[in-house]
């Protein structure tokens, strides 16, 4: 089956910096997600991502399909940002999910 | 516009009993997965629904079970509860097999 690997596996921060974390896939996908997990355990939708790039606020996230990998970038991180980030991907309709990146912003 | 849903938040049974977690999906969405995450672990994918079928299943045994009802929300059932089961499991939503929203999670706890 499809592995996905995420990189880095931990993050620290000092707030207002810039940050980018990776996924690649060992396979093609074609839906592509990024998730924020907050301490309670609920994921937060970030991006919708098979192709292409798009930008929300302070986050933007890019996918280049053909070579199997995509970027979440954070800007100007703040300490609401902190907590475990997640890629997933699937070619049948199920996602396959990273064993995330956690993300600490210190203030 | 109600998100999607999941009862209970919290659950504790003990081995061998049988334990229902309840999904209800985002308005608009006709598919229904589950899924399974171990503390410190990514979410695993346990099996889909739509149009009331399992679509997709994930590499779990037949203990785990479920059912899509005609409102599209969904039942999680396992049998013969072992410790491992413990976890936090999560539903999402979509329409089709586009972008997915998750609910809260029930975290079940086997003693």
Do not use: M
Not at chain 1, 83 to 102: D, E, P
Not at chain 2, 8 to 33: E, F, N, Y
Not at chain 2, 96 to 104: D, N, R, T
């Amino acid at each position: 089956g499809i592995q996905v690997e995420q990189s880095p596996p931990d993050l620290i921060l000092q707030e207002g910096a810039n940050s980018t974390l990776r996924c690649n896939f060992s396979d093609s996908v074609n839906n592509l997600q990024w998730f924020h997990q907050n301490p309670w355990g609920q994921l937060i939708n970030l991006f919708y991502i098979p192709s292409g790039t798009k930008q929300n606020g302070r986050l933007s996230a890019t996918t280049v399909a053909t070579e199997r990998y995509s970027l979440l970038y954070i800007s100007s991180s703040q300490t609401t940002d902190s907590g475990v980030y997640f890629c997933a991907g699937g070619s049948q309709g199920n996602l396959i999910f990273g064993k995330g990146t956690k993300l600490s912003v210190k203030p | 516009d109600a998100g999607v849903t999941q009862s209970p938040t919290h659950l504790i049974k003990t081995r061998g009993q049988q334990v229902t977690l309840r999904c209800s999906p985002k308005s608009g969405h006709d598919t229904v997965s589950w899924y399974q995450q171990a503390l410190g672990q990514g979410p695993q994918f346990i099996f889909q629904y739509y149009e009331e079928e399992e679509r997709q299943r994930g590499n779990f045994p037949d203990r785990f079970s479920g059912h899509q009802f005609p409102n599209y929300s969904s039942e999680l059932n396992v049998n013969a509860l072992l410790l491992g089961d413990s976890a936090l499991y999560l539903c999402a939503s979509s329409l089709k097999v586009i972008e997915q929203y998750f609910g809260p999670g029930t975290r079940l706890t086997v003693t």
